[in-house]
């Protein structure tokens, strides 16, 4: 009988890990179903931002939800968490759109789902390195492509969550090389932003590994892919943020036993190539309506700093201002914190975090690097919060 129950429950314990391995492998995927209502067109445009999805990954996430309930019902009895969720649910009945309100709540359950889980170790971090170094390759090879094509591949990518564009599509993000212009590569991911961020976390996560369990050729590989990712997706600020913490980060190890020739070599090395990858120009305008989305948002808190417009309803509350730019339209502001704070509210989002305080302040304490990651990209856009793959990807890395 004890035979048995060991045999029923080593074989568990496999399919877990084998689920938590699997949903790892599909993060940076985003096949899915969008269900357009009422509430998801702004001036007769369809926005995805306002859609309800369902992702193939999130059947992933129902069964380790399923088979990790346990664990999940002792964390969801803690006081603190029952308050956030009591609070998210007021928001979200007085949100500008209920429906999606309570849509965008589902999703930060899944988060602290998967936050919970892998702070069970279900996966031990060389298994996840070695997951997120197996879908970055094909990330890598996958943008590259459509860098040389300036366009999708589509095939068996469009199954992997690959949008069709090209040079032609309206909004497509692109930069001029010389005066030739060029597709900055998308992957399978919503926008090339999102995907530099995405991997900017994993390079810090992995990099500040110290870990003699973590074969020290996989993590100089897995910092190599993602660093190539992070440079073909051509994002400003993601490469600034790179060159920043990459600074900071060699600066401090080297200070016990330092190098200086050791310490330049390796400052030369990134920045040289940070560089011919910073170069090439993009949208001319963007700083500008970034700071016009900013004023909308400041309007928008102190419209209602209570409760805020609702969770997932920030878009609503912008298109009562007009733009000059019909590729901005259905934009949310490109800040976290204003987006935050937007749809939380400026008294019930501060009362949030004098409540989680001590949790925020160990988490930076414990993960300087992945924090200022979050922060500074965060500062400069939205898809910690508004996209799948990254909002995910926090519940993997901050536990």
């Not at 179903?33 to 999805?53: C, E, M, Q, W």
């Not at 497509?172 to 995405?198: M, Q, W």
């Not at 305008?285 to 209570?306: C, E, G, H, T």
């Not at 924090?371 to 898809?383: A, C, K, Q, R, W």
Request: hydrophobic share 55%; charged share 15%.
């Amino acid at each position: 009988m004890n035979k048995k129950k060991q045999l029923k429950k080593s074989k568990l314990i496999f399919f877990n890990q084998a689920l938590a391995f699997i949903f790892i492998l599909l993060l940076p995927t985003q096949l899915g179903k969008h269900f357009f209502f009422d509430f998801s067109y702004i001036n007769g445009v369809r926005t995805d931002y306002l859609a309800p999805t369902f992702y193939f990954i999130d059947i992933i996430i129902l069964l380790l939800i399923i088979v990790n309930i346990k664990i999940l019902f002792n964390f969801f009895k803690n006081k603190k968490f029952l308050l956030l969720l009591s609070i998210l649910i007021i928001n979200s009945f007085l949100a500008l759109s209920p429906p999606l309100a309570f849509y965008k709540l589902t999703r930060i359950v899944e988060l602290f789902s998967i936050a919970i889980i892998f702070s069970s170790k279900i996966l031990s971090r060389q298994k996840i390195i070695v997951a997120f170094t197996i879908t970055a390759t094909l990330e890598l090879l996958l943008t590259i492509a459509q860098f040389i094509s300036k366009g999708s591949i589509q095939g068996i990518f469009y199954f992997l969550g690959e949008r069709y564009f090209s040079l032609a599509t309206p909004g497509v993000a692109k930069i001029s090389i010389s005066g030739i212009e060029a597709i900055r590569a998308y992957g399978t991911f919503s926008h090339p932003n999102s995907l530099g961020g995405f991997y900017l976390l994993l390079y810090f996560f992995v990099l500040t590994i110290n870990s003699p369990r973590v074969s020290f050729y996989l993590k100089n590989l897995s910092l190599l892919i993602f660093s190539l990712l992070i440079f073909i997706s051509f994002s400003k600020t993601v490469i600034i943020v790179y060159l920043v913490l990459n600074f900071i980060y060699l600066f401090k190890t080297n200070k016990k036993s330092f190098c200086r020739i050791c310490f330049l070599a390796k400052l030369l090395v990134i920045f040289t190539t940070s560089f011919v990858f910073f170069i090439p120009q993009g949208d001319s305008f963007n700083l500008y309506k970034r700071a016009v989305l900013n004023i909308n948002a400041f309007k928008i808190m102190f419209q209602k700093p209570f409760f805020g417009v609702g969770l997932n309803s920030y878009l609503l509350a912008q298109k009562q201002f007009p733009t000059k730019f019909y590729d901005f339209l259905n934009q949310p502001v490109h800040n976290i914190l204003l987006l935050f704070f937007s749809e939380i509210g400026l008294v019930v989002g501060g009362f949030l975090i004098l409540i989680f305080f001590n949790e925020i302040k160990k988490f930076i304490l414990k993960k300087p690097y992945i924090f200022m990651v979050i922060l500074l990209t965060g500062l400069l856009d939205h898809y910690w919060l508004t996209l799948i793959q990254n909002f995910l990807l926090l519940g993997v890395i901050i536990w």
